[in-house]
C-alpha cells in the first residue's frame, strides 16, 4: 500500500505535466520541451513569494499558475507563433533552448541541491490507516490533481468553449470566419497548459524541495506518459499518467532494478502494436 501510495503521488504528477503537454500539442502541434522549466519556475515562484512577501503555499497555488502562465503567453507571442507552419522539429529545438537557458540561469543562482519549502500547517501529520500511514498532504495531492485534471477534461470536451479549441485544431480558418479569435484563443491555451506546469510545480515543492533540476529529471518520463496516452489525447494523458505512475510504484517493490526502465519499456510495447497511442486517433 505504501507503493501504491508512492505510485499515485508520481501518476499525479506526470497526469498534470502530461495533460498541459497534450494542451499544448493538441493545439498548437508544438512539442513544449520547456514544461520541465515551467513546472521547476512555478515551484520557485512559489519559494519567492514565501521568501520576499510571506505569501504562504494557498496563494501561491493561485500566484505561480498566473505569474508562469504570463510567462508563457509572452514566449509565445514572442517565438512560439512563427513556428506553427513549419515542422515539429523547430519547436522542440527552440522549447529545448528556452529550457536550458531557464535552468542553467537558475542553477547558477541557486545551486542544485535543493531549497526547502515546508508543507502548510493545515495539512501537517496523517491518518493511521491501520496497515499505513497515511500523510495528509501527499493525499491532497493526489485528489487536487485528479479534480485539476477531470475539471480540464470536462471544459475541452464537454463545453462550448473547448469545442471552439477542437475545432481550431482541425480547421482554424473556418473557426476565425465564425468571428473567434483563433490568435488570442492559441495565445491562451499554451499559457493554460504552461499553468498546470506551474501548479504542478507547486503542488510538489513540499515533497520535492526546490531544485533548478527538477523539472529536467522529470520531463523526459513525461513525454513517454504522453506517447503512451497519445499526442493530444487528454483523458490519454490523465489515464496515462495515474497508471504509469502506480505501475513504476509497483516496480519498485516488486523488481527494483527495473523501476527507472519500466515506463520507457511501455512506451515501446504501446509503440510496437498501436503507434498512436492507447487513446490516440488512428489516422
Same mark, same amino acid.
Given at each position: 500500500?505504501?507503493?501504491?501510495?508512492?505510485?499515485?503521488?508520481?501518476?499525479?504528477?506526470?497526469?498534470?505535466?502530461?495533460?498541459?503537454?497534450?494542451?499544448?500539442?493538441?493545439?498548437?502541434?508544438?512539442?513544449?520541451?520547456?514544461?520541465?522549466?515551467?513546472?521547476?519556475?512555478?515551484?520557485?515562484?512559489?519559494?519567492?513569494?514565501?521568501?520576499?512577501?510571506?505569501?504562504?503555499?494557498?496563494?501561491?497555488?493561485?500566484?505561480?499558475?498566473?505569474?508562469?502562465?504570463?510567462?508563457?503567453?509572452?514566449?509565445?507571442?514572442?517565438?512560439?507563433?512563427?513556428?506553427?507552419?513549419?515542422?515539429?522539429?523547430?519547436?522542440?529545438?527552440?522549447?529545448?533552448?528556452?529550457?536550458?537557458?531557464?535552468?542553467?540561469?537558475?542553477?547558477?543562482?541557486?545551486?542544485?541541491?535543493?531549497?526547502?519549502?515546508?508543507?502548510?500547517?493545515?495539512?501537517?501529520?496523517?491518518? #493511521?490507516?491501520?496497515? @499505513?500511514?497515511?500523510? &495528509? *498532504?501527499?493525499?491532497? /495531492?493526489?485528489?487536487?490533481? =485528479? +479534480?485539476?485534471? !477531470? %475539471?480540464?477534461?470536462?471544459?475541452?470536451?464537454?463545453?462550448?468553449?473547448?469545442?471552439?479549441?477542437?475545432?481550431?485544431?482541425?480547421?482554424?480558418?473556418?473557426?476565425?470566419?465564425?468571428?473567434? #479569435?483563433?490568435?488570442? @484563443?492559441?495565445?491562451? &491555451? *499554451?499559457?493554460?497548459? /504552461?499553468?498546470?506546469?506551474? =501548479? +504542478?510545480?507547486? !503542488? %510538489?515543492?513540499?515533497?520535492?524541495?526546490?531544485?533548478?533540476?527538477?523539472?529536467?529529471?522529470?520531463?523526459?518520463?513525461?513525454?513517454?506518459?504522453?506517447?503512451?496516452?497519445?499526442?493530444?489525447?487528454?483523458?490519454?494523458?490523465?489515464?496515462?499518467?495515474?497508471?504509469?505512475?502506480? /505501475?513504476?510504484?509497483?516496480?519498485?517493490?516488486?523488481?527494483?532494478?527495473?523501476?527507472?526502465?519500466?515506463?520507457?519499456?511501455?512506451?515501446?510495447?504501446?509503440?510496437?502494436?498501436?503507434?498512436?497511442?492507447?487513446?490516440?486517433?488512428?489516422?
Amino acid at each position: 500500500m505504501g507503493q501504491l501510495l508512492i505510485g499515485l503521488i508520481n501518476g499525479a504528477f506526470y497526469a498534470m505535466l502530461s495533460l498541459g503537454l497534450a494542451v499544448i500539442f493538441g493545439l498548437l502541434n508544438i512539442i513544449n520541451f520547456a514544461h520541465g522549466a515551467q513546472y521547476m519556475l512555478g515551484a520557485f515562484v512559489a519559494y519567492f513569494a514565501l521568501q520576499w512577501a510571506g505569501l504562504g503555499y494557498w496563494g501561491s497555488l493561485l500566484l505561480a499558475p498566473i505569474a508562469v502562465g504570463l510567462f508563457g503567453i509572452v514566449l509565445e507571442r514572442a517565438m512560439l507563433k512563427r513556428l506553427y507552419h513549419l515542422d515539429h522539429l523547430y519547436g522542440l529545438l527552440l522549447t529545448f533552448g528556452i529550457a536550458l537557458i531557464v535552468q542553467g540561469v537558475f542553477r547558477h543562482e541557486y545551486g542544485s541541491s535543493g531549497l526547502p519549502y515546508g508543507i502548510p500547517s493545515q495539512l501537517s501529520g496523517g491518518y #493511521n490507516l491501520g496497515f @499505513m500511514f497515511l500523510p &495528509t *498532504y501527499r493525499a491532497w /495531492v493526489i485528489v487536487f490533481s =485528479l +479534480a485539476v485534471c !477531470l %475539471a480540464t477534461w470536462y471544459v475541452i470536451e464537454r463545453t462550448r468553449l473547448g469545442s471552439y479549441l477542437r475545432a481550431a485544431t482541425e480547421n482554424p480558418a473556418l473557426v476565425q470566419a465564425f468571428g473567434i #479569435n483563433v490568435p488570442r @484563443m492559441i495565445t491562451l &491555451t *499554451y499559457g493554460f497548459g /504552461v499553468a498546470l506546469a506551474a =501548479l +504542478a510545480g507547486v !503542488l %510538489a515543492a513540499p515533497i520535492y524541495q526546490v531544485n533548478p533540476l527538477m523539472g529536467a529529471d522529470l520531463i523526459i518520463v513525461v513525454f513517454a506518459v504522453v506517447v503512451i496516452g497519445g499526442l493530444g489525447s487528454i483523458m490519454g494523458s490523465i489515464v496515462t499518467g495515474f497508471a504509469l505512475g502506480v /505501475v513504476e510504484g509497483f516496480t519498485k517493490f516488486f523488481y527494483p532494478e527495473a523501476s527507472n526502465t519500466v515506463i520507457f519499456v511501455s512506451m515501446a510495447v504501446v509503440l510496437l502494436f498501436r503507434p498512436s497511442g492507447l487513446f490516440g486517433r488512428v489516422t
